[in-house]
């Protein structure tokens, strides 16, 4: 069984910044495309960054330029740097494979304080 553990949110006010870890525990993250997601309250879903296992990377526009994802292959670990925060960036924020899902884990919430 495949266990997705994030880490690393936390409550920050407008502009800062957090840096989140997602710990993959039962396969291999270097031969998957990976993604960030989130979950506002009240909204679906949505793939927040990708990086694929060509070094290539995607973020939605609305974190693009302020978010940086990123992974460690050798220790099957992937981070999301987050920067300038926003309230509007309040959610609980989720990691996993793009397209081919693991189970989902718990998630890490990050809350953004005006």
């Known amino acids: 069984q495949v266990l997705l553990v994030e880490s690393g949110g936390g409550l920050v006010q407008a502009g800062g910044s957090l840096r989140l870890s997602c710990a993959v525990f039962?396969?291999?993250?270097?031969?998957?495309?990976l993604g960030w997601y989130r979950q506002a309250p009240g909204k679906q879903r949505e793939l927040v960054a990708t990086?694929?296992?060509?070094?290539?990377?995607t973020y939605a526009n609305s974190v693009k330029g302020r978010f940086t994802i990123s992974r460690d292959n050798a220790k099957n670990t992937m981070f999301l740097q987050m920067n300038t925060l926003k309230p509007e960036d309040t959610a609980v924020y989720y990691c996993?494979?793009?397209?081919?899902?693991?189970?989902w884990g718990q998630g890490t919430q990050v809350t953004v304080s005006s």
């Open positions: 990086s694929t296992i060509g070094g290539t990377t």
């Open positions: 996993n494979a793009v397209r081919t899902y693991f189970m």
């Open positions: 039962g396969s291999t993250i270097g031969v998957y495309d």
